[in-house]
């Protein structure tokens, strides 16, 4: 035989050894993957039957999961956690919740002009007020430091006087560094007589913070105009009574902070939770342990006044496992999934005060037993849940609440049946007239407390199965260690498994046309009992191949 055909004939045994071995991994192990490498196959010298031996390796709990989206934690007790997290969630900002509605006004008034002599003036004072919009009810405005806004004002009068000039100061318009309201001055000067004197005027509110003299409790949000007529005496005739006419607008109000009472918001926060540990499941019953699951979170609110948060959705779904939809109860059956949180003072504006959460009174571990694979919430959370007015608020543009959210799931539990499934590509050498049969014996030493039975189909490419690889009746090939008593739950030895699987060359022919491999295993706690997984735990695994080939040479 050539050493080409050699080569070839060698390929052709690792393609059909490694159909063996994916059947021994957990689902989707990429250390497994890696250390079963089919080119990592040791072949000794070419002989009509010989062994090879394939894999002598020992594998720990993260030797299965290292380099999944999962986080192993070691407990202070050695046991181990996964930790399924929703890091950095953030609500929408004060900004984007909270809006300052635009505001239109108009004024109105007749007024008389006393009589007054040439080189006398007097002054007329025609205040005007309305009231400022709010965007929610009992809303009460204290101070709203502007980083946008546009304000127009525009006037007419029919004021017959050669020399006249109006004063409008904006009260509630204040200039942020020189603490003087904002103060507009038109002249009205009508020499020629003419019907109607107009003014008007715009302005860019940036630089200007409004206040709002309320008194109390009460939310009237006055808005107040100041005018001023000074008229200079002149030979023209009265024509008393006059009108003024005001009218304008404020819009496009943006704030950099806000004081006052905001009212009632919703800031919301929805998210889920890929609890992969289940996601291959397809039957079986997970019973979890008492107190194996819990939830935390960790959450930052920069809105300077009372926030209640209550969970509008809060579930876990499953795929595999009836009822598939379970509602999670943070406190206990039939309490409310609401809670409140710290809210930063006066003294800390632009911080944030934090709350941690534990909740420890949930029925997360029932939940748990329908193999969830998702977790959903959709949080509220509610400004000035109690409706007191009283209640001196401050915001941010930026004030938002943030959330991290932990799930830990400490492998704590029994299972009974537990199936998995997953499909692998598969493509096998057409040449294979060397082969004779192939005996594969696999060794476990197993010092985890689960038990696994595996089998291995091989389909074509629309999933009819063609054959299987394992025909003996106990598939059993990995014994779970015995586990001790409450409240360790610990394995006490190791188990040892010897089991041998014969391909003959009928089977080799019948999968020829194999294009996937249905992986399925079903694992289960030693004799159903519940376990803890320490992280000393391992399984070493020692495979070999018995190769029977034809001779031919050239």
């Known amino acids: 035989m050539n050493k080409r055909k050699k080569h070839h004939l060698i390929r052709q045994i690792r393609t059909i050894i490694l159909i063996f071995l994916l059947s ?40 299965f999961f290292g380099d999944s989206n999962v986080y192993i934690k070691t407990n202070p007790d050695h046991s181990l956690s996964f930790i399924y997290g929703v ?20 004024f109105m008034q007749q007024y008389d002009v006393p009589s007054l002599p040439p080189g006398v003036l007097d002054t007329l004072n025609l205040d005007f007020e309305f009231p400022f919009l ?11 430091f502007l980083k946008s806004g546009e304000l127009y004002i525009h006037g007419t009068t029919n004021l017959n006087r050669d020399t006249v000039s109006l004063r409008v100061t904006v009260a509630n318009m204040i200039d942020k560094e020189t603490g003087v309201p ?33 008194i109390g409790t009460t939310a009237d949000n006055t808005f107040v105009f100041l005018i001023e007529i000074v008229i200079h005496g002149d030979e023209n005739p009265d024509l008393s009574p006059y009108d003024l006419n005001i009218d304008g607008y404020i819009k496009n109000i943006g704030f950099e902070r806000f004081f006052g009472y905001m009212g009632q918001y919703d800031f919301t926060m929805n998210d889920s939770l890929d609890i992969n540990l289940f996601d291959k499941t397809i039957s079986g019953g997970i019973q979890v342990g008492p107190g194996a699951i819990s939830l935390s979170m960790d959450i930052g609110n920069s809105l300077g006044l009372p926030v209640m948060i209550a969970a509008n959705e809060l579930y876990v779904t499953s795929e595999s496992t009836p009822p598939y939809h379970v509602d999670i109860n943070l406190f206990g059956a039939g309490v409310p999934n609401i809670f409140t949180i710290n809210a930063p003072d006066i003294s800390h504006i632009g911080e944030s005060a934090e709350t941690n959460l534990n909740f420890v009174n949930t029925n997360l571990d029932e939940a748990f037993n329908i193999s969830p694979n998702k977790l959903y919430f959709d949080l509220i959370a509610v400004s000035n849940p109690q409706g007191d ?40 050498d057409q040449n294979v007239d060397e082969i004779n049969n192939l005996l594969i014996r696999l060794n476990t030493i197993n010092r985890f407390p689960l038990a696994a039975s595996i089998q291995v189909y ?24 015995p586990i001790g008593g409450p409240p360790e739950y610990r394995v006490t030895d190791s188990t040892w498994k010897m089991t041998d699987f014969n391909l003959p060359k009928q089977k080799i022919q019948n999968i020829l046309t194999a294009e996937k491999l249905l992986l399925r295993a079903s694992l289960s706690t030693t004799d159903g009992q ?11 695994i020692k495979i070999g191949t018995i190769v029977g080939v034809n001779i031919t040479s050239n």
């Open 182 to 214: 904002l103060l507009f001055e038109f002249p009205l000067n009508n020499p020629d007589q003419q019907e109607w004197v107009e003014f008007e005027q715009q302005i860019d509110m940036t630089k200007y913070y409004m206040a709002f003299n309320n």
């Open 389 to 428: 007015t009283t209640v001196e608020n401050f915001v941010l543009d930026t004030s938002l609440i943030t959330l991290d959210m932990n799930l830990e799931v400490k492998l704590f539990a029994s299972i009974s049946d537990f199936v998995v499934e997953d499909t692998v590509d598969f493509d096998l």
């Open 134 to 144: 709010t965007d929610t009810t009992g809303q009460r405005l204290d101070s709203i």
């Open 24 to 63: 021994t991994v957990f689902v989707s192990c990429d250390k497994f993957k890696d250390d079963f490498d089919p080119d990592k196959v040791v072949v000794p010298d070419w002989n009509p039957e010989f062994a090879v031996p394939l894999i002598n390796s020992t594998f720990t709990i993260t030797d």
């Open 530 to 540: 519940l376990c803890i997984i320490y992280d000393d735990y391992s399984i070493t």
């Open 458 to 481: 091989f389909t074509d490419a629309d999933y009819q199965v063609l054959d299987s690889l394992i025909v003996q009746q106990d598939n059993m090939i990995v014994e779970g260690a």
């Open 87 to 106: 890091d950095d969630l953030s609500s929408p900002t004060a900004e984007e919740v909270m809006n300052i509605p635009d505001q239109n006004f108009n």
